[in-house]
T-cell receptor
Framework: KQEVTQIPAALSVPEGENLVLNCSFT??????LQWFRQDPGKGLTSLLL?????REQTSGRLNASLDKSSGRSTLYIAASQPGDSATYLC????????????FGSGTRLQVQP | GAVVSQHPSRVICKSGTSVKIECRSL??????MFWYRQFPKQSLMLMAT?????????EQGVEKDKFLINHASLTLSTLTVTSAHPEDSSFYIC??????????FGSGTRLTVV
């Protein structure tokens, strides 16, 4: 059974810092991995999707990497801003045929102005 | 593109009544949709997989008679919480796989049973 772990659970940083969020998964047989952002009481916004054959994806100040063999992904946020404050969720699509995502427990990020 | 619309965003109902939540894919066809439940400060837990034109597949521990799922068309899936009780109060989110291979999510429904 796929298990996804995110570290740290919570993070508070001053504005302008670069930061790294970590995600690990136990079963390396994945189709893809997706990073989401969730604001309080809201749905999920997709940030980056990395296919199993890819090593990284970039969008603006965000960069996500994937090391499938070691079961790890990182989300790098450059020059953090208060508007980046949210919960960041990592989810993997495992090669089980069910095609449903398995989520990590998330990292709650607070960027202080 | 690949937008999923979920309604209502909030609902309060009395214990014992039923509530229906709708999830629509606006600009693509979704043969499969997923329903998740999220408790406060916890991650999303898959409840069931909804397949157009066939019965939903429920995860272990999810009561299929309590959480009725209907996926009658390629753009609409509904989740009905029957005979709701306070312990059913939660945040429910639907999702669909997109043509690009990722997943898109609805905005969620906050259900409060009083």
């Amino acid at each position: 059974k796929q298990e996804v772990t995110q570290i740290p659970a919570a993070l508070s940083v001053p504005e302008g810092e670069n930061l790294v969020l970590n995600c690990s998964f136990t079963d390396s047989a994945i189709y893809n991995l997706q990073w989401f952002r969730q604001d309080p009481g809201k749905g999920l916004t997709s940030l980056l999707l990395i296919q199993s054959s890819q090593r990284e994806q970039t969008s603006g100040r965000l960069n996500a990497s994937l090391d499938k063999s070691s079961g790890r992904s990182t989300l790098y946020i450059a020059a953090s801003q208060p508007g980046d404050s949210a919960t960041y969720l990592c989810a993997v699509n495992t090669d089980t045929g069910r095609r449903a995502l398995t989520f990590g427990s998330g990292t709650r990020l607070q960027v202080q102005p | 593109g690949a937008v999923v619309s979920q309604h209502p965003s909030r609902v309060i109902c009395k214990s014992g009544t039923s509530v229906k939540i709708e999830c629509r894919s606006l600009d693509f066809q979704a043969t499969t949709m997923f329903w998740y439940r999220q408790f406060p400060k916890q991650s999303l837990m898959l409840m069931a997989t909804s397949n157009e034109g066939s019965k939903a597949t429920y995860e272990q521990g999810v009561e299929k008679d309590k959480f009725l799922i209907n996926h009658a068309s390629l753009t609409l899936s509904t989740l009905t919480v029957t005979s709701a009780h306070p312990e059913d109060s939660s945040f429910y989110i639907c999702s669909a796989s997109t043509p690009g291979g990722g997943y898109t999510f609805g905005s969620g429904t906050r259900l409060t049973v009083v």
